[in-house]
T-cell receptor, first 113, second 114 residues
Framework: GAGVSQSPSNKVTEKGKDVELRCDPI?????LYWYRQSLGQGLEFLIY????????KSGLPSDRFSAERTGGSVSTLTIQRTQQEDSAVYLC???????????FGSGTRLTVV | AQTVTQSQPEMSVQEAETVTLSCTYD???????LFWYKQPPSRQMILVIR??????QNATENRFSVNFQKAAKSFSLKISDSQLGDAAMYFC???????????FGQGTRLTINP
C-alpha cells in the first residue's frame, strides 16, 4: 500500500485480556519497527525486524510482549495478560534502508481498563 | 550511551516569525543520520528533515532548516515564517548504525500564536 497501515486504530480491553496489534508496512520495505508512546512522552523502542527475523528484541518490556513478522510483510505485536501500564499508543514504522528514515503508521491507541 | 536530548519541553512563536528547536545527542559513531519528525494531534509521525553526519552542508526543506554542529553533537531545527499548521510535537532522532534503530528525544511541543 501507499503507507504503513495499523489496525485497530483504537482498542479498549479489560485488564488480564490478550490483545493483538497489526502492522502492514509499505511494500518493499524490509525493516519494520515497533515503538510505544505513553501519554505526553517520547517514543520507546520495542522491537526491530529485518525481513522475518528480529535481531533486536531488547526493548520488549516484559515476557508478556511478543511480536512476529510473516512473509517479510505484516507484523503482529501481542500483549498477553494486559496491565493498566500497557496503556499507550503503539506505533509501527517501516523503512527501505537504514538511513532513509522511517515511515510511520497512525498507531493503535490501547487503553486497558 | 545512546541518548538524544531536547531541552525545551514547550516553545511558542508568533505566526510568521522564526523559531529554533534545540537537540543534542551522544554517540561514539562517526557515521550516522539525524532526523526531525513532526507529530500533530492526529499522532501521525511525519518526517520533516534528514541530515547525514558525513555531510558538512546543513539540510534544508523549504521553510525548515537545520544547524548541524558535529563536534558539539548539536542538531537544531529552524522553522522560518511559522504557520498555524506547524503547531505539533517535534521529535529529534538519531539513527544508530550499530543498534540499527532510531532513538528519539522527549519532544518539544510547539505552539503557534496567531
Amino acid at each position: 500500500g501507499a503507507g504503513v497501515s495499523q489496525s485497530p486504530s483504537n482498542k479498549v480491553t479489560e485488564k488480564g485480556k490478550d490483545v493483538e496489534l497489526r502492522c502492514d508496512p509499505i511494500s518493499g520495505h524490509t525493516a519494520l519497527y515497533w515503538y510505544r508512546q505513553s501519554l505526553g512522552q517520547g517514543l520507546e523502542f520495542l522491537i526491530y525486524f529485518q525481513g522475518n527475523s528480529a535481531p533486536d528484541k531488547s526493548g520488549l518490556p516484559s515476557d508478556r510482549f511478543s511480536a512476529e513478522r510473516t512473509g517479510g510483510s505484516v507484523s503482529t505485536l501481542t500483549i498477553q495478560r494486559t496491565q493498566q501500564e500497557d496503556s499507550a499508543v503503539y506505533l509501527c514504522a517501516s523503512s527501505r534502508w537504514t538511513g532513509s528514515g522511517y515511515t510511520f503508521g497512525s498507531g493503535t491507541r490501547l487503553t486497558v481498563v | 550511551a545512546q541518548t538524544v536530548t531536547q531541552s525545551q519541553p514547550e516553545m511558542s512563536v508568533q505566526e510568521a516569525e522564526t523559531v529554533t528547536l534545540s537537540c543534542t545527542y551522544d554517540t561514539s559513531e562517526s557515521d550516522y543520520y539525524l532526523f526531525w519528525y513532526k507529530q500533530p494531534p492526529s499522532r501521525q509521525m511525519i518526517l520533516v528533515i534528514r541530515q547525514e553526519a558525513y555531510k558538512q552542508q546543513n539540510a534544508t526543506e523549504n521553510r525548515f532548516s537545520v544547524n548541524f554542529q558535529k563536534a558539539a553533537k548539536s542538531f537544531s531545527l529552524k522553522i522560518s515564517d511559522s504557520q498555524l499548521g506547524d503547531a505539533a510535537m517535534y521529535f529529534c532522532a538519531q539513527f544508530f548504525q550499530g543498534a540499527q534503530k532510531l532513538v528519539f528525544g522527549q519532544g518539544t511541543r510547539l505552539t503557534i500564536n496567531p
